[in-house]
């Protein structure tokens, strides 16, 4: 079983919709979990950072962390053409600097 | 307001050839990373150094080795390229206990 695993769509929704992205992890040690998002031939760029369960918004965005199903999840509302992009979550054991990834989900959002 | 820098966005290189890419961050970061990504395997962490001096292999070092002799420069090294490390390189620098900050990328083509 991967560490991480997310799906990588690729996903298609009309502008102004909800999107929903997540991942699973199996290793109960990670305590940090940020999603990245990617532009086609860019590096990827932080989205959001928590720390723990429970939710943060930031704008349009909303991450969610749920440890007791390790469980993972951006929203994005209000969707726009802008937001077609890969997103990658990726997560950290505390005391660890290195970060493992998801594949990424591939999203585009269509005007 | 570009943070790490990546010297090349794009490369040609002849198979046999040893290549260098440098990445450079403006930022004081501890630690450095160069990733490869690939469509369908993600990113993957080819070596990263926690100090000046200092590395450590990732989950694919082989045909690489990486220099730091500086802080704020990290350089990945194929010693003798081949077609299958044609691929997009990406460096990234971190400090504890955050994210990482990604550069644009290199993509490197071996012919």
């Known amino acids: 079983q991967k560490e991480v695993e997310q799906d990588p769509g690729p996903l298609s929704v009309p502008e102004g919709a909800i999107v929903s992205l997540n991942c699973t992890y199996s290793?109960?040690?990670?305590?940090?979990f940020m999603w990245y998002r990617q532009y086609s031939r860019k590096g990827p760029e932080l989205l959001m950072y928590?720390?723990?369960?429970g939710n943060k918004e930031d704008g349009r965005f909303t991450a969610q962390v749920d440890k007791s199903s390790k469980y993972i999840s951006l929203f994005i509302r209000d969707s726009q053409p802008s937001d077609s992009a890969t997103y990658l979550c990726?997560?950290?054991?505390?005391?660890?600097?290195?970060?493992?990834f998801g594949k990424g989900t591939l999203l585009t959002v269509n005007p | 307001d570009v943070k790490v820098t990546q010297s090349s966005r794009y490369l040609v290189k002849r198979t046999g050839e040893k290549v260098f890419l440098e990445c450079v961050q403006d930022?004081?970061?501890?630690?450095m990373f160069w990733y490869r990504q690939d469509p369908g395997l993600g990113l993957r962490l080819i070596y990263f150094?926690?100090?000046?001096?200092?590395?450590e292999k990732g989950d694919i070092p082989e045909g690489y080795s990486v220099s730091r002799e500086k802080k704020e420069r990290f350089s990945l090294i194929l010693e003798s390229a081949s077609t299958n490390q044609t691929s997009m390189y990406l460096c990234?620098?971190?400090?504890?206990?955050?994210?990482?900050?990604f550069g644009s990328g290199t993509r490197l083509t071996v012919v």
């Open positions: 990234a620098s971190s400090t504890a206990p955050y994210g990482y900050t």
């Open positions: 290793n109960s040690a990670f305590q940090y």
């Open positions: 928590t720390y723990s369960s």
């Open positions: 990726a997560m950290r054991v505390g005391s660890n600097y290195k970060l493992t």
């Open positions: 930022m004081d970061h501890e630690n």
């Open positions: 150094s926690y100090d000046v001096k200092m590395k």
